[in-house]
């Protein structure tokens, strides 16, 4: 592009030139301008051929030549040099203030130190010391002074016999124990009405309707306790509550025995229910009998199984079809617990579904 250029500025010069030179010696000719023109221009080509010239084609006279090539614009970020740091960027607000005299300035000095020292006394450096000593405080003053007691969650069975003794249920402040009570068949038996022997001591809340009581013990240690009567039952539930344990109840289970009212869809002839079985108990809250061997379970995903003597245990939130059972308790949250004959296969329903369970390890 450049060497197009100069090849028509030469070409330019060289007309310019010839036209000039060839002026004085031609007779003057009236013939229209553009035939002159273009006779000025064979010769310059003329006069380039015989000088080895490369002959370049002249543009059209009315065309106009395109403009040259802009460059490109190279952007340039706005912010050039980094951001100040906190101290030049003080330095420079405090750099834009008028100056004043050094007069007025000494006494302003003079006052702004005193006032400074009186109203903010302590150095950055004391200040962020402080902070971290009230943290430490605050974190001290919620650490209790000995180990937070073990939470658990456990399954009783209340006999309202005369002579026996009441359950135990164990409080810690600053913890809810929830008592859920319910029948043979693990039906809810709601509450009628309760009574507590120290109200100072523990906070009960209950919703007036359903099975379900939240206690909290208010003071750290201290005995007392609860009288609860149930729909329909004529003997009421006495619980001996205890706080400042090593262990603290966070649900229990309470089961009475009989049928409550929400035991209705049960089968004809239901006599009175057996007594509980202390060893269905603790099956139901998954600990393993005394003295039995654990079993594996497949196909029944959070089946539990244990053999004691010629007995077998089954833990499982399924129905049991075959064989059949000898003994059988029901937690509120489904989980059953069966003592049955010892069986390698125990055949279930999941849904109406029928599915047969594989025990190993007999």
């Not at 006032?115 to 405080?137: A, E, F, N, T």
């Not at 009405?193 to 750290?220: E, H, M, R």
Request: with cysteine; glycine share 8%; hydrophobic share 40%.
């Amino acid at each position: 592009m450049n060497n197009l250029f100069l090849n028509i500025g030469l070409f330019i010069l060289l007309l310019s030139g010839i036209s000039s030179s060839f002026a004085e010696s031609a007779p003057v000719q009236s013939a229209p301008e553009d035939a002159s023109i273009q006779s000025d221009v064979d010769r310059v080509v003329d006069w380039v051929k015989k000088n080895n010239q490369p002959v370049i084609p002249a543009p059209p006279l009315n065309q106009e030549l395109p403009p040259p090539p802009k460059k490109p614009v190279e952007s340039k970020p706005l912010v050039e040099s980094p951001p100040m740091s906190y101290s030049k960027s003080q330095a420079m607000m405090l750099g834009s203030l008028p100056e004043t005299s050094s007069d007025h300035q000494s006494d302003s000095a003079q006052a702004f130190d005193a006032m400074v020292q009186q109203s903010m006394p302590l150095s950055p450096r004391q200040v962020v010391k402080l902070r971290q000593l009230i943290d430490q405080s605050q974190r001290a003053a919620v650490i209790p002074a000995t180990v937070p007691p073990k939470p658990v969650s456990s399954t009783i069975m209340v006999n309202l016999a005369p002579g026996t003794t009441p359950p135990a249920i164990r409080l810690a402040q600053g913890y809810v124990t929830s008592l859920v009570f319910v029948d043979s068949a693990g039906s809810p038996w709601p509450i009628a009405s309760y009574d507590l022997g120290n109200a100072k001591a523990t906070n009960i809340q209950w919703d007036g309707k359903g099975n379900v009581l939240l206690i909290q013990a208010t003071l750290p240690y201290g005995d007392s306790d609860v009288v609860i009567r149930l729909a329909g039952l004529a003997t009421p539930v006495t619980l001996e509550l205890v706080s400042g344990q090593r262990v603290v109840d966070y649900r229990t289970d309470i089961h009475v025995a009989g049928y409550g009212p929400n035991s209705k869809n049960l089968p004809i002839g239901t006599g009175v229910p057996a007594p509980a079985s202390p060893t269905l108990l603790s099956v139901l809250d998954g600990v393993p009998p005394s003295g039995s061997l654990p079993l594996t379970v497949k196909g029944g995903g959070d089946c539990l199984a244990w053999v004691l003597g010629d007995r077998m245990y089954l833990r499982t939130r399924m129905t049991v079809l075959s064989p059949g059972w000898t003994g059988r308790m029901t937690s509120p949250d489904g989980m059953i617990a069966y003592e049955m004959s010892v069986s390698s296969s125990v055949l279930v329903s999941r849904h109406g579904e029928p599915v047969e369970l594989k025990i190993e390890g007999l």
